[in-house]
């Protein structure tokens, strides 16, 4: 019997392209392990000094890395590749088809939830909303995000600030289980 094993690395419903590599100017890449992965390779990226953020099915891990220890954990026999994030990733895949029936609308803006980067300071994120006067609804430092209002227009410049790790629309709140 022969099996077919394909490992696919996902982040935030896309598919993660292996073709391309990382860059080095960027601080922020997906790293794969040849799986499983032991808690020693852990350990070994974690001794380089990498930050290592999300989990990604797959084998995966959203890492923070410079341009030196790109170079050098790349040799590591269990890395795999080492991949961009690209800003499209920051959205979800589907979010264009839900755009005029699905989310929370202010005119012609959108309620999103902004989600950073543990290690950010939030100026970049910040100063960008404030040159476009965006009302901002709330910002929470435990989980890391901050909730406000933006055109469609804008939130695709956003999505390509290095600080930014997701951009989540908001859904209305529905009380399906009411009974009057």
Known sequence: MLYLLINTIYL?????????????????HIIEITGPIYETYKQKL?????????????N?????????????????PFVKGI???????KL????EEKLNTCYVKEGELYKIR?????DENLNEILKFLNERNAKIDHIEKEIKYIQTYL????????????SVKFIEFQYPIINWNNRD
């Not at 995966?60 to 590591?76: E, F, L, P, S």
């Not at 979800?92 to 979010?95: A, F, Q, T």
Request: charged share 25%.
């Open 114 to 118: 902004i989600l950073y980067y543990e």
């Open 151 to 162: 055109s469609l227009s804008d939130i695709n410049i956003l999505k390509n600030l290095e």
């Open 92 to 95: 979800p895949p589907d979010y």
């Open 12 to 28: 935030n419903g896309h598919e993660v392209i292996t073709t391309e590599r990382a860059s080095l100017n960027a601080k922020y």
């Open 83 to 89: 991949y961009p994030i690209k800003p499209e990733y």
């Open 46 to 58: 974690l001794n380089e000094g990498l930050e290592l953020y999300d989990y990604l099915p797959g």
């Open 60 to 76: 995966g891990y959203i890492i923070k890395a410079n341009a030196d220890q790109i170079k050098r954990i790349i040799k590591y």
